[in-house]
């Protein structure tokens, strides 16, 4: 990336909890010099949902559990030069993960028909065209598209995104201390 | 007492006692060999885990498994081995299912430990998501085998009131699992247990009852890298059972 130039920056949630892009907002008075290096396209926090250029950087958020989840994360490869797994759950699945060794059906059952807030006469597992498809396991981005970059954490701390963004920007390889690479 | 010889470290020479152990004389010497399934005065070392690695004769070898000889030339730091070590500890993280948000040992674990000071952001391999059991039967320990690395230091390293073992492997290949005891985990006194979970290197073993004790910043490897940290594990007196007096 060219230095005094600003960098486009498009980020998504998919299946993870938003706790990534709250810490991304934990960066306080640095998200204002921020402003000041990136341009933000397609992201919640703009509410901006598809791409109407190419752009940067991509942080993606949360593993592939559904197949909205493929396609959001299929166009973000096309539209970003470069892709950052951010935190857990993009990287290994994070606790979504943890039904990765129950079978689907049971999972679903468990949830919509075996509650015991569930009416057993009414218990249906939703399905509808517009509601997408679970998959069978919660896979991490990396297994479905490249990923260039690793941030791991739950959620990643403010500084160590700051870090990643402005290594990039500056048109470094990122460089992470000790302290700013956590799996908690 | 023995008389001294010579070993080469990354071409440090080094004056040494026959038959001390690698990673100790190195230590002493100012070298840093990571371990995983080793601690200092363990005795007999596992050599399970092999994060240990070093070359030797052009041979990859486990350096807690190795003894002091006269004129050895070992190679402990290069590019070639760092990336090893890195994915012997991938391929702990891949192996079982370590979520480490979710997990009481986390900041306190060896295993994250190493994955910090290695700088791994990512396995290599594919995770394998195996379906293991959480056993919840004794009263004294919950045991987690989704985190278990079967580094052996359970069943080799730990003993109750009358030396009998309370940990055991069962299976082979991919199948072998570490069995316990309920029953003699269950007459363990508290400090035994104490002991056990301190062994324990990951959060395998955990203490019933106890959950989250401390924040963030103020566990074990929060702030200092597994290297600088000296790990100890003195072994809770031996009272003797009450049948033996």
Same mark, same amino acid.
Request: glycine share 6%; aromatic share 8%; with cysteine.
């Given at each position: 990336?060219?230095?005094?130039?600003?960098?486009? /920056?498009?980020?998504?949630?998919?299946?993870?909890?938003f706790?990534?892009?709250?810490?991304?907002?934990?960066?306080?008075?640095?998200?204002v $010099?921020?402003?000041?290096?990136?341009?933000?396209?397609?992201?919640?926090?703009?509410?901006?949902?598809?791409?109407?250029?190419?752009? $940067?950087? !991509?942080? @993606?958020?949360g593993?592939?559990?559904?197949?909205?989840?493929?396609?959001?994360?299929?166009?973000?490869? =096309?539209?970003?030069?470069?892709?950052?797994?951010?935190?857990?759950?993009?990287?290994?699945?994070?606790?979504?993960?943890?039904?990765?060794?129950?079978?689907?059906?049971?999972? /679903?059952?468990e949830?919509?028909?075996?509650?015991?807030?569930?009416?057993?006469?009414?218990?249906?597992?939703?399905?509808?065209?517009?509601?997408?498809?679970?998959?069978?396991?919660?896979?991490?981005? #990396?297994?479905?598209?490249?990923?260039?970059y690793?941030?791991?954490?739950?959620?990643?701390?403010?500084?160590?995104? *700051?870090? @990643?963004?402005?290594?990039?920007? #500056?048109?470094?390889?990122p460089?992470?201390?000790? !302290?700013? @690479?956590?799996?908690? | 007492?023995?008389?001294?010889?010579?070993?080469?470290?990354?071409?440090?020479?080094?004056?040494?006692?026959?038959?001390?152990? @690698?990673?100790?004389?190195?230590?002493?010497?100012?070298?840093?060999?990571?371990?995983?399934?080793?601690?200092?005065?363990?005795g007999?070392?596992?050599?399970?885990?092999?994060?240990? +690695?070093?070359? *030797?004769?052009?041979?990859?070898?486990?350096?807690?498994?190795?003894?002091?000889?006269?004129?050895?030339?070992?190679?402990?730091?290069? $590019?070639?081995?760092?990336?090893?070590?890195?994915?012997?500890?991938?391929?702990?993280?891949?192996?079982?299912?370590?979520?480490?948000?979710?997990?009481?040992?986390?900041?306190?674990?060896? /295993?994250?430990?190493l !994955?910090?000071?290695?700088?791994?952001?990512?396995?290599?391999?594919?995770?394998?998501?195996?379906?293991?059991?959480?056993?919840?039967?004794?009263?004294?320990?919950?045991?987690?085998?989704?985190?278990?690395?079967?580094?052996?230091?359970?069943?080799?390293?730990?003993?109750?009131?009358?030396?009998?073992?309370?940990?055991?492997?069962?299976?082979?290949?991919?199948?072998?699992?570490?069995?316990?005891?309920?029953?003699?985990?269950?007459?363990?006194?508290?400090?035994?247990?104490?002991?056990?979970?301190?062994?324990?290197?990951?959060?395998?073993? /955990? =203490?019933? !009852?106890?959950?989250?004790?401390?924040?963030?910043?103020?566990?074990?490897?929060?702030? +200092?890298?597994?290297?600088?940290?000296?790990?100890?594990?003195?072994?809770?007196?031996?009272?003797? #059972?009450?049948?033996?007096?």
């Amino acid at each position: 990336m060219t230095k005094n130039k600003k960098v486009s /920056l498009a980020t998504i949630s998919l299946a993870g909890c938003f706790g990534c892009h709250m810490s991304f907002l934990d960066m306080d008075m640095k998200v204002v $010099d921020l402003v000041d290096l990136v341009d933000l396209h397609t992201s919640p926090f703009n509410d901006l949902k598809d791409f109407t250029q190419k752009v $940067d950087v !991509g942080l @993606i958020e949360g593993g592939v559990c559904n197949d909205e989840n493929v396609e959001r994360l299929r166009s973000f490869r =096309k539209n970003c030069k470069i892709l950052i797994s951010l935190g857990e759950c993009a990287i290994m699945g994070g606790l979504p993960a943890l039904r990765n060794n129950i079978p689907l059906k049971d999972c /679903l059952e468990e949830a919509y028909v075996n509650t015991p807030t569930t009416d057993t006469q009414k218990g249906i597992i939703p399905h509808h065209e517009d509601i997408p498809k679970i998959l069978d396991k919660v896979y991490p981005c #990396h297994e479905v598209v490249k990923i260039d970059y690793f941030l791991p954490g739950c959620p990643p701390s403010a500084d160590a995104i *700051w870090q @990643i963004l402005t290594d990039l920007i #500056h048109g470094k390889e990122p460089q992470l201390n000790y !302290g700013q @690479i956590k799996y908690d | 007492m023995k008389k001294k010889v010579n070993i080469t470290i990354d071409g440090k020479s080094i004056s040494a006692t026959p038959d001390d152990n @690698i990673v100790e004389v190195a230590k002493a010497n100012g070298v840093y060999i990571p371990t995983l399934c080793f601690y200092p005065d363990m005795g007999k070392c596992l050599g399970t885990c092999r994060v240990c +690695t070093v070359k *030797w004769k052009r041979h990859h070898v486990a350096a807690c498994t190795l003894k002091v000889e006269e004129g050895m030339e070992l190679t402990v730091q290069s $590019d070639e081995l760092k990336d090893l070590r890195k994915a012997l500890v991938e391929l702990l993280f891949v192996e079982g299912n370590h979520f480490c948000p979710g997990c009481e040992k986390s900041g306190d674990c060896k /295993l994250q430990a190493l !994955g910090y000071e290695l700088q791994m952001t990512v396995p290599r391999f594919h995770y394998r998501f195996n379906n293991r059991i959480i056993e919840y039967n004794s009263k004294k320990i919950l045991f987690e085998h989704n985190r278990c690395i079967l580094c052996k230091r359970c069943t080799h390293k730990f003993k109750d009131s009358k030396g009998r073992r309370v940990f055991f492997f069962k299976g082979k290949g991919c199948h072998l699992e570490v069995e316990m005891v309920t029953e003699l985990v269950d007459q363990l006194n508290e400090e035994q247990v104490d002991h056990l979970v301190e062994l324990c290197p990951v959060g395998a073993l /955990l =203490k019933k !009852g106890k959950g989250f004790d401390r924040p963030y910043g103020e566990r074990k490897y929060d702030k +200092t890298p597994v290297g600088q940290t000296t790990e100890t594990h003195p072994k809770p007196s031996t009272k003797k #059972h009450k049948g033996l007096l």
